[in-house]
């Protein structure tokens, strides 16, 4: 990058920081199942309580929520809330999660605002598109 575009994406307001991770939940691949099928259970019989504490402790195992706290690149950048199962890896064209990958949360939007900058998310989800191996 030239020095004059670095000097340009230093003016902006907001950066968004649209990626593919990859990063893992460092769970065992039978954990992190057990938890998903017990998220799973919990929410349809309307035990939402639990069922968030259960997302909690996957994403706080998660390799993303790990880095942005030491990495100084990460820490500078703002996700919203996950409250929705993780995004990836599924089977084509199906609802099951793969078996050659645990499941984890690879596809993220962040963002940086800077400090005079308003900015209100109204919503972080996924795309429940069934032609990928993602839901984004």
């Known amino acids: 990058i030239s020095k ?3 000097n ?3 003016k902006l307001d907001y950066k968004f920081f649209v990626c593919d991770t990859n990063f893992k939940i460092n769970l065992s691949d039978s954990e992190v199942r ?4 017990s998220y799973t259970w919990l929410s349809k019989n309307e ?4 069922a968030k504490d259960i997302l909690a402790t996957l994403l706080s195992n ?9 990495s100084q690149f990460f820490s500078k950048y703002k ?10 890896r599924y089977e084509p064209y199906s609802t099951l999660y793969s078996n050659s990958h645990t499941p984890g949360w690879s596809n993220r939007i962040m963002l940086w ?8 998310q109204n919503s972080y989800n996924r795309c429940e ?3 990928s191996e993602s839901r984004y």
């Open 4 to 6: 004059s575009t670095k």
């Open 8 to 10: 340009q994406l230093k």
């Open 34 to 37: 057990k938890f998903l099928e």
């Open 47 to 50: 035990d939402s309580s639990k």
């Open 62 to 70: 998660e390799e993303a929520h790990i880095v942005s706290k030491y």
């Open 79 to 88: 996700e919203g809330e996950i409250n929705f199962l993780p995004n990836s």
């Open 113 to 120: 605002a800077s400090k005079n900058a308003v900015f209100t």
């Open 129 to 131: 598109s069934m032609e």
